[in-house]
């Protein structure tokens, strides 16, 4: 029991860091403000944390094994690359619109020429390698039309992104108001379709229609 409410505690902890990490940086942003957010005093914060460094090291690799164990295409055990795709892409978007600071946490770091974050560009670069040997694999196969398997992937990564990373201008342009959720279906469907057309492919038919129209795989709340 006291091993599991530790378990919550720190996971509350880390949540809280992510947030205010996502929002102020590493610099801009105070252990006492971490405390806040979880719910705790500063001395029972400092109890589960040895220092704000620290803390935001964990916090990017838990992203980046999040991140290894979720979205990679390499986690996918379907053949047919029109489910993948989608299957992909909608994962991306619903976790950009669920949670945001992950992916603003990220670009911050390494806008901050990723420094902290260098220390786990292994695991990441491992997963892409996997993902990039799969697409490339469809396109020696005849599945998919010829195309550059990491840039593929790379500009994935941009379009699914935006919608965290740059989540107040797309409300802004698509009127939606704060607290209000984005129609997280209509952002799958024209992310979904734009990939799969440069791959030569159409959408999937019965089998993923719910992840390019409906709830599959989450909510649609922000």
């Known amino acids: 029991m006291a091993a599991s ?3 919550q505690i720190r996971r509350s902890i880390l949540d809280a860091a992510i947030i205010e990490f996502s929002r102020n940086g590493l610099e801009g942003t105070s252990t006492q403000a971490i405390a806040d957010r979880a719910g705790l005093t500063k001395p029972q914060l400092h109890y589960y944390i040895s220092s704000k460094e620290e803390l935001y ?3 990017l690799q838990f992203i980046v094994a999040e991140w290894k164990h979720i ?6 055990s379907d053949a047919d690359p029109a489910h993948v795709i989608v299957s992909y892409v909608t994962r991306k978007i619903r976790h950009a619109i669920e949670r945001p600071e992950v992916a603003r946490l990220f670009a911050r770091e390494v806008a901050r020429g990723a420094t902290a974050l260098s220390r786990h560009w292994d695991d990441l670069a491992a997963s892409v390698d996997q993902s990039t040997a799969i697409i490339q694999s ?6 998919i039309r010829e195309l550059d398997p990491l840039i593929f992937q790379m500009n994935i990564w941009a379009a699914t992104e935006y919608f965290a990373e740059h989540g107040a201008q797309a409300r802004y342009l698509l009127g939606v108001s704060d607290g209000e959720a984005l129609d997280a279906d209509r952002l799958i469907r024209e992310t979904a379709e734009l990939f799969l ?3 030569g492919l ?8 719910s992840a390019m129209g409906t709830s599959e795989g989450g909510t649609s709340d922000p």
């Open 5 to 7: 409410r530790r378990q």
């Open 57 to 59: 090291d964990e916090a």
């Open 71 to 76: 979205f990679f295409m390499s986690t996918e």
């Open 138 to 143: 469809w396109i020696d196969q005849g599945l």
């Open 197 to 199: 057309a440069r791959a």
């Open 202 to 209: 159409s959408a999937p038919d019965d089998r993923n229609a």
